[in-house]
């Protein structure tokens, strides 16, 4: 049994919609940010770091949405989410996948988390100001590089399409208008239509 | 065979030491990026994200530290350097690397890259005050929690190491005292002992 910590509106959607795509036996748990729930010592008992997601599998718990998607596709095989045997291939789903963590998302946390890395309130105003700028330009290039259609790998629905929609929600908050993106927003209506997809959104929001 | 693009001081010598590692046939290119050589024509047509490392393949051109790890330890089985046939160990192995690509590289991209997502001087001059405190942050929780020893995970060497080892190298210059940090310094010194990486380090200075 698989066991996943989320809040709503975060990136724990991603291995959600994952865990349910998969055929997975897994119960989730909801985390309240407001009262800072991901920082309280039984939280930091099990994920240090004090964010979601967190995955407790029978081995342990593990933590850092790339790895977890990983780990869901090679631990529920039939759902045929990743290339395993096909390096090249692997190596660009990861690729893709690193992508989002490293910089799409981390564009986006300078909106709302600038505390992270700056001390002045002139700083985070600063970083806040710059959020549409930045994530445009990454989605521009997702969506004149990256994302082959219909799916992000092509042909394949793999572990990166539940990763990509998740980012693609926060766009409108964000300032970024996804009708300025004709493949995004067709991978996004695509992704809505999934049965995985309605499901976890369900049990997010219900 | 296989082509790296790096620069020096960067967190392309991961791969430059996985490359040394895994017994590939490789060659490598340096960009000079006081002439901005990463955003030329010429490098944009390989990685259009211009930015290091890249690795041209047989198949096509790779970039995300991550994913260019995996796919060497996948290429060259015999180097043992990651857990193929291990989900939950594979999953623990990518965790950390995702944590030194999302978080700990993030940070220390903030003292001299603050322009990726702000725009006052006064923004950076703030962000780059707040590096020591967020990298050794960062690396107490890798000493406390995250770094088995000797090696990342424990009795078996990874192609976490090289990525640790290329991250514990930028500490000094962050304002981060590795002997602060003993199970740190005490892997920093036990790579520093590797053919590999003394073949990497020689061709990166030489």
């Keep these: 049994m698989l066991k996943l910590y989320y809040a709503p509106g975060t990136v724990a959607l991603a291995s959600h919609i994952t ?120 989605f521009a290039l997702i969506e004149r590089d990256m994302l082959r259609g219909p799916w992000v790998m092509g042909e394949t629905y793999t572990i990166c399409d539940p990763y990509l929609f998740t980012l693609t929600g926060w766009l409108e908050g964000d300032g970024v208008d996804i009708a300025t993106l004709p493949k995004v927003a067709d991978h996004r209506k695509r992704m809505m239509d999934r049965p995985a997809v309605q499901k976890a959104l369900a049990e997010v929001n219900g």
């Design 19 to 138: 865990l349910a795509e998969s055929g997975a036996d897994y119960t989730t748990e909801r985390l309240d940010f407001k009262t800072n729930q991901q920082n309280s010592p039984e939280y930091l008992a099990i994920n240090p770091k004090g964010r979601v997601p967190s995955l407790v599998t029978d081995h342990g718990t593990l933590t850092e949405t790339p790895a977890m998607l990983v780990y869901i596709a090679q631990s529920f095989p039939k759902a045929k989410l990743a290339p395993f045997d096909d390096a090249y291939t692997f190596a660009q789903m990861q690729s893709f996948n690193s992508y989002l963590c490293s910089t799409v998302h981390i564009n986006h946390a300078h909106k709302m988390r600038g505390y992270r890395w700056a001390t002045d309130e002139s700083s985070y105003a600063d970083m806040k100001r710059k959020i549409p700028q930045t994530m445009a330009a990454c």
